[in-house]
C-alpha cells in the first residue's frame, strides 16, 4: 500500500519532471550529495513534530536500531555535523518513506521522491531565504501548473504572536501544528482543536485568531512593525524586520506578485527556526478534466538554524534553510493532464531505426547497427532474421522513432544507404 510501479511512460514523464528540476538547482551552483536510505532510529525521532509517529523503524539489525529516512533534511544537516562542512550549497534527489495513510489520488504516498535545496553557511540575513523563493517560483513557471501563491511566514512572528497572547511557550508546538491546518478547515474548527485538545483558553484563542487570519504584503508588515503589541516582542520585531528585508529583495527578483504573507502558516515540522514557505497551487476554473486535482502544496521549506548542532558534538551551529519541491504531486497533476490530452509520450530516445527490405540481409543490419551504436547514434532493430519491411516502419509509428535506414541488395551493392523519414515518407541516400 502507498507504493507503486512505473510503467515506462511515467517513468519517461518522471524523468523529465526531475531533470527540469535539477537543471533549476544546477543553474543556482548546487552540487549533488547522497546519504544512506537507513539513518540511527535516534537521528530521525523527535526532530518532526507530530510526524515523528510517521517514521518507519526497523529492527534490531545486529545491535543498531534504525529507521527509513523520512525526508531529506535531517540526514543533510547530519552530513554537515559528522563531515564538519560549515558552508555548503546542495541538492539532493532521492526517495523517502512516512507511514502514512496513502491518499494516493492526492500524491500521498509512503515511498515517495523528494527534491531538495539548500544553502549551509553564515551569510547576511534573507540573501539565501529569497534565492529559495526564487527557486520556487522558477520550477513552478517553468513547469507551467498553472496559477499559484507562496504563502510566506516566519516561526519567530509566529511565537511573538503567540507570546502576546498568552500561550505558554510549552504549547507552541501543538498551537503551531493547529494553526497549520488552516488552509484545510475553517478557523471555528481551528479554534475548538486548540481549546479543546490543547488547553488554550478561549480569549488566546480569540486573540491568536485576530492574527492568524491576516496576509498580504509589505504594507501588512510595516502594519504589524507598528501592532502596539507585537512591536514590543523582541522575537515578533527581529522576524517582521527579517520580513520587510525578505519582501526588498523579492521585489527586486521581480517575483511578489505571487508571494503572499500570511501568518497562518506555520509548517508542522520542529525545527524550523525563521523563514518559512509554502507554494500551493491554485484551483483552475476552467479545467478541461471533468474531476480537477485537488491539490495542496507543491513545495514547501524554511530556515533551520539550530538543527546541525544537535548533531555536533560540541554544539556547533551552522545555519541553514532549504526547499522542497513535492514532486509527486506535481506528478499526479502532469499525468492526469497527459490523459486528458490524449498525447502520447515517447518511453524511449531511438533516433533511427535499421530496416531491411529484403531476405538474407541479417548481416548487413548487424553490422550497419554497429557502426551506429559505436558512433553513440541511438539505433535499434527488429529481433528477426528476415522481418516484413511494413512491419518495421510500422514499429517506428507505433514507438516514435523518426528515421528508418534501410540496406537492401541495391544500397548495398552501391555503397549507399536510404534514410527514410517516418512521418513524411521522404528518402534520400547517403
Not at 194 to 208: C, N, Q, T
Not at 224 to 244: C, F, I, T, V, Y
Request: proline share 4%; charged share 30%; aromatic share 8%.
Amino acid at each position: 500500500q502507498g507504493t507503486r510501479d512505473h510503467p515506462p511512460a511515467q517513468a519517461a514523464l518522471r524523468e523529465r519532471l526531475l531533470s527540469a528540476v535539477v537543471s533549476c538547482f544546477k543553474r543556482h551552483g548546487a552540487a549533488a550529495i547522497d546519504t544512506p536510505v537507513l539513518e540511527l532510529r535516534e537521528t530521525l525521532i523527535g526532530k518532526y513534530g507530530e510526524g515523528t509517529k510517521l517514521i518507519y523503524e526497523l529492527q534490531d539489525q545486529g545491535g543498531e536500531l534504525l529507521a527509513l529516512r523520512y525526508d531529506l533534511t535531517v540526514p543533510f544537516a547530519r552530513y554537515l555535523a559528522m563531515n564538519k562542512v560549515t558552508k555548503m550549497k546542495r541538492y539532493h534527489v532521492a526517495k523517502v518513506y512516512r507511514r502514512d495513510n496513502p491518499a494516493t489520488t492526492r500524491g500521498r504516498y509512503r515511498e515517495f521522491y523528494q527534491c531538495d535545496f539548500d544553502i549551509a553557511g553564515q551569510f547576511d540575513p534573507m540573501i539565501p531565504d529569497a534565492e529559495c523563493l526564487k527557486i520556487v517560483h522558477e520550477i513552478l513557471s517553468d513547469l507551467q501548473l498553472g496559477d499559484f501563491v507562496i504563502k510566506v511566514n516566519d516561526r519567530r512572528i509566529l511565537k511573538g504572536v503567540f507570546a502576546v497572547c498568552g500561550v505558554p511557550e510549552s504549547k507552541f508546538i501543538p498551537a503551531c501544528s493547529t494553526v497549520d491546518k488552516l488552509d484545510k478547515v475553517p478557523w471555528e474548527e481551528v479554534r475548538s482543536e486548540m481549546v479543546g485538545e490543547k488547553g488554550l483558553s478561549p480569549e488566546a484563542a480569540d486573540h491568536i485568531g485576530e492574527y492568524v487570519q491576516l496576509h498580504g504584503g509589505l504594507d501588512l508588515i510595516e502594519r504589524l512593525l507598528q501592532d502596539p503589541k507585537l512591536s514590543q516582542n523582541k522575537l515578533a520585531k527581529e522576524g517582521l524586520g527579517d520580513m520587510k528585508l525578505l519582501f526588498e529583495y523579492l521585489t527586486l527578483f521581480g517575483i511578489t506578485g505571487k508571494i503572499s504573507f500570511d501568518l497562518s502558516l506555520a509548517r508542522g515540522l520542529d525545527y524550523y527556526t525563521g523563514v518559512i514557505f509554502e507554494a500551493v497551487l491554485l484551483q483552475q476554473e476552467n479545467e478541461r478534466v471533468e474531476e480537477p486535482v485537488s491539490v495542496g502544496s507543491v513545495a514547501g521549506g524554511g530556515r533551520y538554524d539550530g538543527l546541525v548542532g544537535m548533531f555536533d558534538p560540541k554544539g556547533r551551529k551552522v545555519p541553514c534553510v532549504g526547499v522542497s519541491i513535492g514532486i509527486e504531486r506535481i506528478f499526479s497533476i502532469l499525468e492526469q493532464r497527459l490523459e486528458a490530452s490524449g498525447e502520447k509520450l515517447r518511453t524511449t530516445e531511438t533516433q533511427v531505426l535499421v530496416a531491411t527490405p529484403q531476405k538474407d540481409l541479417l548481416a548487413a543490419r548487424l553490422k550497419l547497427i554497429s557502426e551506429l551504436w559505436d558512433a553513440g547514434i541511438k539505433a535499434e532493430m527488429l529481433y528477426k532474421k528476415d522481418p516484413k519491411l511494413l512491419k518495421q516502419l510500422q514499429y517506428c509509428e507505433d514507438t516514435g522513432i523518426p528515421l528508418a535506414a534501410i540496406v537492401g541488395e541495391q544500397e548495398l551493392a552501391d555503397g549507399v544507404v536510404k534514410l527514410r523519414d517516418v512521418a513524411t515518407r521522404e528518402e534520400v541516400r547517403m
